[in-house]
């Protein structure tokens, strides 16, 4: 199984900035993607950003220019920085892995248990 913990959330202005940050860990085989989701109040899951195992990114339109991907594949960790922050970017974001698990062949993905962003003045 693959757990992640994710950090970083939290209450900012508008036009700040924030940093998150998602650990794996447990019987990782290997992972081929690791990105963002966000979910705000009566609103659907929707993709931020993703970035592939060979570094290849995407994003959402609507954080294009303001949001940056990375992550540090020794440390099985992805981040999220945040700038130019709006209140409709008020979520909860979620860590997403997609990985194989030790002794698996099958890939599976996980989730975190979520972080809340709010932007507000």
């Known amino acids: 199984q693959v757990q992640l913990v994710e950090s970083g959330g939290g209450l900012v202005q508008p036009g700040g900035s924030l940093r998150l940050s998602c650990a794996a860990s447990?019987?990782?085989?290997?992972?081929?993607?690791m990105g963002w989701y966000r979910q705000a109040p009566g609103k659907q899951r929707e993709l931020v950003a993703t970035?592939?195992?060979?570094?290849?990114?995407n994003y959402a339109d609507s954080v294009k220019g303001r949001f940056t991907i990375s992550r540090d594949k020794a440390k099985k960790t992805v981040y999220l920085q945040m700038n130019s922050l709006k209140p409709e970017d008020t979520a909860v974001y979620y860590c997403?892995?997609?990985?194989?698990?030790?002794?698996?062949?099958?890939?599976?993905?996980?989730w975190g248990q979520g972080t809340q962003v709010t932007i507000s003045s």
């Open positions: 997403h892995c997609g990985a194989v698990v030790a002794g698996s062949r099958v890939p599976s993905d996980s």
């Open positions: 447990g019987s990782i085989f290997s992972i081929y993607a």
């Open positions: 970035i592939t195992s060979g570094g290849s990114t």
